[in-house]
């Protein structure tokens, strides 16, 4: 569904921002109108996805990952794609979208980084200048991806407010964007901010689920029966879900990062652990205190270590469409090691979320049926941080 005039999805959504960016947020609403009614908008998107991104991304039976009693496990390799993940099926639409609307400059915010790769990277393919906000704390902890996006030309802006992170890249991004308007585009990484963000970055990733339901058909002859990704901000399960959220008879599961466990605090479960709020801009589940400030999240995953979830989402758990359930960071590291062992896959750990969810989901299916899963990006990424993490759980369960 398209989100109504105001960019509401039913009661979720809209534009809770400063008066500054109102007319800044217009202006992208405008523009991609414009884009998308355009035939030779899309070409151009499709070419770029072709040649740069490498897709369609293909489709791969999980055999030995699955239990051989149950469903079978299809996953839809977004981890093939340029820059090993989905994140760049994003930031070519709004990079293509910023050049067409003549402007030079593009910012973002990131977080581990991954969406300032893919933001630099499409930077120096066409040609513009990029300056990506980073919290000081997570350059630190993101040193690789830092020299990578610098090595794409980029400009990494340490930022020092609060607690370093995210959420303050956030902030900062937006602030810089209401002096700079004219010149500069802002690239958002998820179907989170305000609108028209949550709305467009969907039309640019639904080509997972587009290609996916074609692909199951052609090769299946039948839609798999359980749809099941990860959710941070959301976009690559929207992505795949989009295209099939007509289709009744498919289950659909949005996987959290349930941290340390619901109960424990430690969580990023926006849904499940949070309360309705306003985030980024925009009206959703938010980790927040009763008071509305908004919570410090846990997550083994940097991708899903975010205190909001995308108004879309929101709304598909309202409507119950969607079902919304947390995976722990310890079930995540099973699935990880298990897709590892037993396909040659090292899956990213946002995605070994929805892995753990889809091996349990498929376990109560019979062999004739498919459970497809967004494997949304590649773990090489993580095998460091996975490391010092199992050696800091072995060293505590030893003491
Ligand atoms: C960023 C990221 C995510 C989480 O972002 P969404 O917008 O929820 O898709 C998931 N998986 C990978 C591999 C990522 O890089």
Not at 315 to 332: E, K, N, P, S, W
Request: aromatic share 8%; with cysteine; net charge negative.
């Amino acid at each position: 569904m398209k989100p109504d005039q105001y960019g509401y999805f039913g009661e979720f959504g809209g534009r809770f921002v400063p008066e500054v960016l109102v007319e800044a947020l217009q202006q992208v609403e405008h523009g991609f109108a414009q884009a998308a009614a355009d035939e030779s908008f899309w070409g151009e998107y499709r070419a770029a996805l072709r040649d740069f991104v490498g897709r369609p991304s293909p489709l791969l039976v999980a055999e030995r990952f699955a239990d051989p009693a149950g469903a079978r496990i299809v996953l839809k390799r977004e981890d093939l794609n340029h820059t090993g993940a989905h994140k760049i099926n994003n930031t070519i639409g709004q990079g293509l979208l910023a050049v067409r609307m003549g402007k030079k400059k593009i910012i973002a915010e990131t977080g581990a980084g991954q969406h300032g790769v893919a933001t630099a990277t499409i930077g120096a393919r066409l040609g513009l200048d990029v300056t990506i906000f980073m919290g000081a704390r997570d350059i630190e902890r993101q040193a690789p991806n830092v020299r990578i996006m610098e090595l794409l030309g980029a400009r990494v802006q340490p930022v020092t407010s609060g607690t370093q992170t995210l959420k303050d890249a956030t902030n900062e991004a937006f602030r810089y964007w209401t002096g700079h308007v004219e010149d500069t585009f802002y690239v958002i990484g998820s179907v989170v901010g305000a609108h028209p963000y949550p709305y467009m970055v969907r039309e640019f990733q639904r080509v997972i689920g587009d290609e996916a339901r074609t692909q199951m058909l052609e090769r299946f002859g039948t839609l798999p029966v359980d749809l099941i990704a990860c959710v941070g901000g959301g976009s690559n399960a929207i992505g795949l879900f989009t295209a099939f959220l007509d289709d009744a008879s498919v289950r659909i599961w949005g996987i959290e990062a349930g941290g340390e466990g619901l109960e424990s605090g430690k969580t990023a479960a926006s849904i499940e652990a949070g309360s309705v709020g306003i985030l980024h801009g925009s009206r959703s589940y938010v980790m927040q205190t009763p008071q509305g400030q908004i919570l410090e999240t846990h997550s083994i995953s940097a991708g899903l270590d975010y205190p909001g979830i995308g108004p879309e989402h929101a709304y598909l758990h309202a409507t119950g469409r969607v079902t919304y359930r947390a995976i722990t960071d310890a079930q995540a590291l099973v699935a990880y090691h298990r897709l590892a062992e037993s396909e040659g896959i090292i899956p990213a750990v946002e995605s070994a979320h929805a892995l753990a969810a889809a091996y349990e989901i498929a376990k109560n299916g019979t062999p004739d049926q498919y459970v497809l899963v967004n494997l949304s990006g590649r773990g090489d990424k993580d095998i460091a941080q996975v490391a010092s993490y199992e050696a800091e759980l072995l060293a505590r369960a030893e003491s």
